[in-house]
């Protein structure tokens, strides 16, 4: 369907380039609004966007995939997605106009979050136990990869495909040993159903072997090509936007909490704060500021999605990320 789907995009992108050319910019976004959707919701409330001449409105997803057949289709300008998601999706639909422009999450949150008590703590726990994934997720994606890096046993691993409402409530409720997800979701979501933080385990995979990248900022690249000073004042905003957020994360929220009135304000700052801490301000972005990639660490990144994935075509890294929208280093830097 997506190829059937794609096969109309040369007669819908000219139509689709005008309409966003105008005020109103829609950003898909890869889930609901929680804490580490925050930074872009200050944005707003603090100019950045306007300064770039756009008026951003930001629509809720369902996964780590969702963004990416809304941005190649051009229903979306932007979004915000898995690149290991994105490298295979375009892999599938070779010359699909989307990639990415500004890698967000440079240590991605790709976690087995499991209960000690369950006796799940490290990779190797997994064997014989039950382990509850979401399909869609993006840390189930990632989850042959880290095996093969951890030497597990896959035959003892029983998976129990789950949705993602019913994922945490399942291993709160002792029905799976362990969960795949976002780290800074399944562990505050086990917090809110009154599981002990000290029987929680967050097994984050780039600590256990795992050189992939994780979200980023994607873009229609017909649309980027049309409006390159759009998608470059747009990346600064959101720069600006989480460096705003780092510097003050109760402002954040009260601008969450604005679009999202039922989320628990402490929770989402929690969630909001571990994702800074452990996948967006790294080491190597408060070096060199945040949204590049290192060539290297990409280049092994694909050979390890090479390793438990059949690429139809030779992986190129060109073809999945471009820097060419970003802007200036002193603009990217979160200190």
Excluded: C
């Amino acid at each position: 369907m997506l190829k059937q789907t794609l096969a109309a995009i040369a007669a819908t992108l000219s139509m689709a380039g005008a309409a966003f050319a105008q005020a109103d910019f829609p950003f898909a976004l890869d889930w609901k609004f929680e804490g580490p959707s925050a930074p872009y919701f200050l944005a707003i409330d603090n100019g950045h966007f306007e300064k770039a001449g756009l008026s951003v409105e930001i629509s809720a997803g369902q996964g780590s995939l969702d963004a990416i057949p809304k941005v190649a289709t051009g229903a979306f300008p932007v979004g915000f997605a898995d690149i290991n998601s994105l490298i295979k999706f375009l892999d599938q639909n070779r010359g699909a106009p989307v990639t990415a422009i500004m890698m967000v999450y440079d240590k991605p949150p790709f976690a087995i979050v499991g209960r000690k008590s369950l006796g799940v703590e490290v990779p190797k726990d997994l064997e014989g136990k039950v382990l509850g994934a979401p399909p869609p997720d993006g840390a189930w994606a990632q989850f042959p990869a880290f095996a093969i890096a951890n030497d597990l046993d896959v035959d003892a691993i029983t998976v129990e495909p789950v949705g993602f409402p019913t994922r945490e409530p399942m291993l709160a409720e002792g029905n799976v040993a362990a969960v795949t997800g976002f780290s800074f979701s399944s562990y505050l979501n086990l917090v809110r159903l009154g599981v002990p933080e000290e029987d929680i385990s967050t097994i984050l995979m780039a600590d256990y072997g795992l050189a992939l990248y994780g979200n980023a900022i994607i873009a229609n690249t017909n649309f980027a090509a049309d409006n390159p000073e759009l998608i470059k004042g747009f990346l600064t905003a959101v720069a600006a936007g989480w460096k705003d957020a780092i510097a003050d994360p109760d402002a954040a929220i009260a601008s969450l909490i604005e679009r999202n009135p039922a989320a628990d304000a402490e929770l989402e700052k929690r969630r909001l704060e571990l994702a800074v801490d452990a996948n967006v301000a790294t080491d190597y972005v408060m070096e060199n500021g945040m949204g590049g990639i290192d060539d290297a660490r990409m280049a092994k990144a694909l050979e390890q999605l090479a390793q438990t994935y059949e690429f139809q075509s030779a992986p190129d890294a060109s073809l999945y990320f471009t820097d060419a929208y970003l802007p200036d280093a002193s603009a990217r830097m979160l200190k």
